[in-house]
């Protein structure tokens, strides 16, 4: 009997496969084996900036351990609306009418290489819109395009439809929801003492024109390397068995028994309270207020509760989405750990100066860029390394005479560019597909290299 997540394919005989994944197979291996989870790199990097602090500036222990564990609790406010962006963009997914949206949507590709393009779009302005709701689309779009693709004969690969599912949040921090452009949009954020007050308005760089040609372009290329890699040879497909597609919870009911039951199983409430969000959103852009990591929130809410049958389905999506949220509320105190370290001990303007030494006005975003993205790999969450890593960037920023939206930029580009070879974010859509990374990862390491190519460039144009 084939092991749970598994395709039947895999617990049987595996094909050979693709040249590029056979290339990629001790890559994955080693990935696979090696790669702790995202709570040990938290851990090992606070004893790493520990350490730091000790060697290279005049902090003592007793200092560090102050300044570690009063910054533990200085992102609260920060890790809640990050994880609300998680598990709101979740419940997104998961409610009725962008359910059948998908489902509609999965019924389009015609062949294969329709199928893995699509999916990879998709995702891409699902990502645009919340990385929440880019992460869950992927996978569901890659078991319900199978799915289809099955039932009409089509030899699908679908670790190639997962691939090209996750490949499309490479552009997550480029929109709607980016933690980075929010966060400095937002007043008296955590950054605000390095924007010296300032905040920067998302149209300077999530709806700056050069982001915006960044974003189609990247989808352009990288929807072009899937296209090259794409398995051509049906007999090397791996599809989707059969059941592996069910829904669990597909047949959730309501239980109405009693008057407060009826109370819960009306849409009156849900709608009311939706429509009142709907009327603030509203009157904060009238009254000239912009976007901020709350409006986002309450925007996803919003459609939530107006979409949802009744406060009995708001609840059960709640439950489905919060299991995924558990990750953060762990790690954002060790990140604010690791802030408060750094702070006290003077290790940001430490790492600031080094940055300064070696950049110039056009190298420093490309330099920002791979910082973020060597970064990301000891903390994966975008919200918690732009905690971290922001306030380093915008102080060599302004030494340098950078515009701090390229700075800000650059960090947000590296974060969500080494997010496709980073075990963390995959993780929840790998879950939801049935999958392990090293199935995936030979695909979504062509994703990295074609998207570096692009935010490369752009962060070198725009430098000039």
Known sequence: MPQPGKTHQQSQTRPKGTPLSRAMQPINTLVEQWTPTAL???????????TLAFVLT????????GGWGEGLSGLLEFMTQMALVLMLGHMLAHTGPVSRLLDRLAAIPRTPMQAYLFVFMVAGVASLITWGLGLVVGALMAKEVAKVGRERGLKLHFPMLVAAGFSGFVVWHMGYSGSGPLTAATADSIIAESLHGQTIPVTRTIFSTWNLLAIVATLLVVGLALFLIA?????????LPEGADADPDADHVDDVHTPADRLDASRIPTTL?????????????????????????WSFLALILLLSRNGFEVLHLTKRAAANVGDILLQFPLYAGILGIMETSGLIELFSNALVSVA??????????????VTNFFVPSGGGQFAVQAPIMLDAANRLGVDPAVAIMAVSYGDQWTNMIQPFWALPLLAIAGLRMRDILGYTTVSLIASGIVFTTTLLLVSM
């Open 40 to 50: 040990f790199f938290g851990i090992a990097l606070t004893f790493v900036v520990a």
């Open 58 to 65: 005049p902090a003592g222990p007793l200092e560090v351990l």
């Open 231 to 239: 398995p051509r040879d049906p007999e090397q497909a791996h599809e």
């Open 273 to 297: 309270i939706g429509l009142a969000l709907v009327a603030y959103l509203v009157l904060n852009f009238v009254q000239g207020g912009g976007l901020s990591l709350d409006i986002v929130n």
């Open 360 to 373: 110039t006005p056009t190298t420093f975003g490309v330099l920002a860029l791979i910082s973020a993205g």
